[in-house]
């Protein structure tokens, strides 16, 4: 069984400092992950997915995330965070080996940017 | 260009009726899926389809069933809509070239009293 895990449902940060949203994954197979964010009364936007490679992953808008297999995290990060950043954000996994596309999505974490 | 739009965007309906959420995507995208979001749960699966009358089950798909009989339209119908299928309904797409990158719709807001 696949799950996700979203410890903090709501991270603080002030602008221009570094963000950290965390993710935690379970899966019996390959991992494959994504984080989607998602704006008040909009649908998810896709920012980035490790696949396979190189486990630090670039994505849009100047964020990243890290695949840790050992400690099966996939961080979603940004150096210096805007005001602009503050949204909801979601961590999903699916099986890559399973042959289907069924995403288990984390419960969400509210990112508030401090100006 | 329209992109995945979603019909009605609000909707009210009592229990026991039968509703219909429409997904219409003009990309011509191979897969769609329809999810639901609920406070404390985040985004849960439904259903999706690989292709035209490919569809399979997700995470919570009791109560629900989908057709895909056009690959530009998955529409989600609620067979006796009941109160905790109160949510928001998005409705997703993404091509068959990179499948894992999906393009979610503006969502349909559900209350079932």
């Known amino acids: 069984a696949q799950s996700v895990a979203q410890p903090e449902d709501q991270v603080n940060v002030a602008e221009g400092n570094p963000l950290t949203v965390k993710c935690t994954y379970s899966v019996s197979g390959n991992p494959y992950l994504f984080w989607y964010v998602q704006y008040p009364n909009r649908g998810l936007q896709f920012l980035l997915k490790y696949i396979t490679g190189d486990n630090l992953v670039k994505g849009s808008y100047g964020f990243e995330a890290e695949f840790n297999k050992s400690q099966t995290s996939f961080h979603l990060k940004k150096p210096s965070a805007l005001v602009s950043d503050s949204a909801l954000y979601f961590c999903?996994?699916?099986?890559?080996?399973?042959?289907?596309?069924?995403?288990?999505f984390g419960t969400g974490t509210r990112l508030k940017v401090l100006a | 260009d329209a992109g995945i739009t979603q019909s009605p965007r609000y909707k009210i309906t009592e229990t026991g009726r039968q509703v219909t959420l429409m997904c219409h995507q003009t990309?011509?995208?191979?897969?769609m899926f329809w999810y639901r979001q609920d406070l404390g749960h985040g985004l849960r699966l439904i259903y999706y389809?690989?292709?035209?009358?490919?569809?399979d089950k997700g995470e919570v798909p009791d109560g629900y069933v989908v057709s895909r009989s056009k690959t530009e339209n998955f529409p989600l119908t609620l067979e006796s809509a009941t109160r905790s299928q109160t949510s928001v309904y998005f409705c997703?797409?993404?091509?068959?070239?990179?499948?894992?990158?999906?393009?979610f719709g503006p969502g349909t807001r559900l209350t079932v009293l």
């Open positions: 389809s690989a292709a035209a009358d490919i569809t």
């Open positions: 999903a996994v699916r099986d890559g080996s399973s042959g289907t596309y069924k995403y288990i």
């Open positions: 990309w011509s995208h191979s897969y």
């Open positions: 997703a797409s993404s091509e068959q070239g990179a499948p894992d990158t999906q393009y």
